[in-house]
């Protein structure tokens, strides 16, 4: 089965800086990759996602790239706000967003 | 629009028992799927429900079952409880117009003793 492999764990940045959580996966059948932000005491929250057909996407202050030939994705958020602060989780799916597989989580804190 | 509503929100019980946990998706969607959440393992998928059919199951033991209902509710069963069933228990559903986007609840956060 697929397995998703994240990292860093834990990430502390500045506000303001920019802030880079990478993934990898093993199944090249996989070609969904969602990013879910979780906030304390909350389900997580879809907050960008991206299909094979496509390298990259922008929304706002957030960026997700996807290499298919080297299986793996990236999510990028610039200009980091405190607001940001929370455990962001990547996720692969062969074709469908109900049975994904997640990655372990990136606990990302934005410093004042 | 209402959430994702999932109850009970905490409950505590002692190994061997068993838990029953419910969720009511948002009006109008009848996917639901449900998710495990450890600090160990992290969210692994338990199974999936579309109009009261099991259409996918994760790799879990026959202890934990689920079951959809013509309203869309769902509900999740564990028997036997074990202390390794310690865990944020997630339910999300998906929309008719599929995006891709899993909407999750809060959560049933369950404590085995």
């Not at chain 1, 706002?60 to 030939?69: D, E, M």
């Amino acid at each position: 089965g697929e397995n998703v492999e994240q990292h860093p764990s834990t990430l502390s940045v500045q506000e303001g800086d920019s802030a880079v959580i990478k993934c990898t996966y093993s199944d090249s059948a996989s070609n969904y990759f969602p990013w879910y932000k979780q906030e304390l005491g909350k389900g997580p929250q879809l907050i960008i996602d991206i299909r094979s057909n496509v390298g990259e996407k922008k929304d706002q202050r957030i960026a997700v790239t996807l290499n298919k030939t080297a299986k793996h994705f990236s999510l990028h958020i610039t200009e980091t706000q405190p607001e940001d602060s929370a455990v962001y989780f990547c996720a692969a799916s062969p074709g469908s967003a109900r049975q994904l597989t997640f990655g372990s989580g990136t606990q990302l804190t934005v410093l004042p | 629009k209402a959430g994702v509503t999932q109850t009970p929100r905490y409950l505590i019980k002692t190994r061997g028992q068993q838990v029953t946990l419910s969720c009511s998706p948002i009006s109008g969607h009848r996917s639901v799927s449900w998710y495990q959440q450890t600090p160990g393992q992290g969210l692994q998928f338990l199974f999936e429900y579309f109009s009261e059919t099991q259409r996918n199951k994760g790799n879990f033991p026959g202890r934990f079952s689920g079951r959809q209902f013509s309203n869309s509710r769902s509900e999740m069963n564990v028997s036997t409880l074990e202390l390794g069933d310690s865990a944020l228990y997630l339910c999300a559903s998906i929309g008719e117009q599929y995006t891709g986007e899993l909407f999750f609840g809060e959560g049933s956060r369950l404590t085995v003793l």
